[in-house]
């Protein structure tokens, strides 16, 4: 079976919708680190207390990252049945539409339940979005469009808080963030009945509807490859959320009320180094190779990250200076695998490896984050101490490094 190519026309729709995808996917990520305090007293009332807050943003961000884990694997092995472009859509209305259900809850707990939902599709839509434009852009072209498509998840987070500049959050003005991240739902809908679909899956669709892609992962001529996968996949996410984002509501508890957007400043800081970092990421990992970036990378990661935790603090001249140079650091990660991370799989179960190994980080992470909020407790909400101890996990990608074969290998 034959199926005619893309034009230049459709190619480039489909790096645009798989970017604004990404980017409201960037929102649902940056929405509670820049929230949660102002949600839960709101919602907490009189019984709010600093360690309550931290406990309960380890709690939100644990929810949403187990709805991600399990959203990535199945709605990932969705993509790899029904097609990329479908499971990406169904992916952003799940995030949308749940997001937008938030200013309706009374409680924390509804709360928590809610972004497990969200958690769902923004899971959903990393596996599809890469799928679908590693096999809709020529070799030639693929680290630019994976750049622009890993930029997009950080651009979210950037756009988000220069929002919440402009209108600060607080416990009596949150409401309206929520009501801005279902907007996507719209795009969801477009994406569904719109966007065409990937050539090489339409290809191989016949040949492959018998099987489940999940099971084909674990045979003896794939196991060795997705083992690999979720190593080098996980290590960059369990950092990311165990220690890097404590900076924000170390930055919120700080600036104190009298400076309400602080908070929104250092992410936004943070957030344009990750826009520009996930972006040369996948430059830098062709340039230099597999082994080598990602040994560098993990490097850096860990040094920015303690120094930011240690060397600075809130407030104090540097610390917005290395808040940028961490996020642009640690998210060059994203930007590697968003170029390496697809081509390891064949195109009959590409979205379910990308989202299995993408996404087993998640489960760690939820667990990860949970174990950080109770050392944070432990530790009488000492944010810098529970960020420089988490820091660690970036240290194992410099031994995980070397357990990257070179190209020729990988070739499948």
């Known amino acids: 079976m034959t199926t005619p190519q893309l034009t230049p026309t459709a190619r480039i729709s489909i790096l645009v919708a ?35 807050g931290g406990d309960w943003f380890a709690r939100f961000t644990a929810a949403l990252m187990l709805g991600a884990a399990i959203g990535g694997i199945f709605l990932g092995q969705l993509g790899d049945k029904i097609g990329r472009s479908r499971a990406m859509g169904i992916s952003i209305l799940f995030y949308s539409l749940f997001a937008a259900l938030g200013p309706w809850v009374k409680s924390q707990e509804q709360m928590l339940f809610l972004r497990f939902f969200v958690g769902l ?3 959903g839509m990393w596996p599809n979005g890469v799928a679908l434009v590693a096999e809709c852009w020529p070799k030639t ?65 016949p040949s492959t509807s018998q099987k489940t892609p999940l099971r084909e992962l674990f045979q003896p001529n794939l196991i060795r490859i997705t083992l690999l996968a979720i190593v080098i996949s996980s290590i960059p996410m369990i950092g990311a959320w165990s220690a890097s984002k404590w900076m924000i509501p170390w930055a919120d508890k700080v600036a104190g009320p009298e400076m309400a957007d602080y908070k929104a400043t250092t992410q936004g800081w943070w957030a344009l180094g990750a826009t520009i970092g996930s ?24 040094a920015l990250t303690i120094a930011m935790f240690q060397a600075t603090a809130p407030l104090q001249p540097l610390f917005h200076t290395i808040v940028f140079a961490q996020g642009l650091v640690a998210t060059l990660f994203f930007g590697w695998l968003a170029v ?17 190994a993408y996404n087993s980080g998640r489960f760690a ?7 950080a909020g109770f050392l944070f407790t432990s530790l009488g909400g000492n944010y810098p ?20 074969p070179p190209a020729e290998k990988l070739q499948l």
Do not use: H
């Open 385 to 404: 101490q529970v960020g420089t101890i988490c820091a660690l996990i970036y240290g194992l990608g410099i031994f995980a490094a070397v357990l990257i």
């Open 279 to 302: 972006f040369l990421g996948a430059q830098l990992a062709v340039i230099l190779g597999r082994q080598r970036s990602y040994f560098l990378i993990s490097l850096g990661s860990v």
């Open 340 to 356: 390496f991370l697809p081509e390891l799989f064949p195109t009959d179960v590409r979205a379910t490896g990308s989202g299995l």
């Open 18 to 52: 798989v970017f604004l995808g990404l980017l409201f996917d960037g929102v649902e990520l940056g929405l509670m680190p820049v929230a949660s305090l102002s949600v839960s007293k709101s919602l907490m009332g009189d019984s709010f207390t600093p360690s309550a």
């Open 121 to 123: 599709g923004v899971g």
């Open 365 to 371: 992470t939820a667990a990860g984050v949970l174990l």
């Open 141 to 205: 072209s693929k680290a630019f469009a994976s750049g622009i498509m890993s930029a997009g998840l950080n651009a979210g987070i950037l756009l988000l808080s220069q929002l919440a500049r402009i209108w600060p959050i607080t416990p009596e003005s949150w409401k309206w963030l929520f009501y801005f991240a279902g907007l996507p739902a719209l795009l969801g809908l477009v994406v569904l009945i719109a966007l065409p679909e990937s050539p090489t899956w339409l290809n191989k669709r």
